[in-house]
């Protein structure tokens, strides 16, 4: 999937979130937007791979594309790290919430993800579709609709 439907994504899951829980709905977007691209960090021609270049350049070589980044063990281990060094919960959660979201929607392309990495085993969903597909602008708007919906219940709920 594109940056930008995972910036979407992250949204979506962000807000989703917000409404099941009482961490702060602003912290918590902004962390599942970050936690959303963070993923794609051994990937150089993404966004955050543009970004933090030569940190995408050890994470690719070291690992391969949509490998390590996108697996169980480094959610566990950012949540590891993140309740060890940072205690605002609403980041802590988002970043995680976002990763999912990634994982997500990364497992409906056709190259899926390497979810139980270091085992090789190819995880995607039934259906899937290739990055920047029209299909994927078809999830990309769907994600959007919920956002808006989202946003404005979170917004009420604030109000
Ligand atoms: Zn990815």
């Known amino acids: ?12 899951a962000g807000l989703a979130f917000a409404q099941v829980s009482n961490y702060d709905p602003i912290v918590l ?4 937007i970050a ?4 993923p794609d960090i051994c990937h150089g021609g993404s966004k955050i791979g543009r970004t933090f270049r030569i940190t995408s350049k050890i994470v690719n070589k070291v690992f391969g594309h949509r490998s390590f980044t996108h697996s169980l063990l480094f959610l566990f281990l950012m949540a590891i790290v993140m309740n060890t060094y940072i205690s ?27 979810l139980l990495f270091p085992l090789k085993i ?7 579709t290739r990055t920047g597909s029209k299909v ?21 709920h604030l109000l």
């Open 122 to 128: 190819t995880v995607r969903l039934p259906l899937t």
């Open 1 to 12: 999937m594109t940056g930008n439907t995972h910036i979407i994504g992250g949204i979506a």
């Open 29 to 32: 977007v902004g962390s599942s």
């Open 35 to 38: 936690g959303a691209l963070l």
């Open 136 to 156: 994927e602008n078809v999830v990309a708007t769907v994600l959007t609709i919920c956002s808006v919906y989202l946003a404005y219940q979170t917004i009420m």
């Open 88 to 114: 605002n919960e609403s980041i802590t959660a988002g970043v995680l919430i976002g990763m999912v979201s990634h994982y997500v929607l990364d497992m409906a392309t056709k190259n899926g993800i390497k």
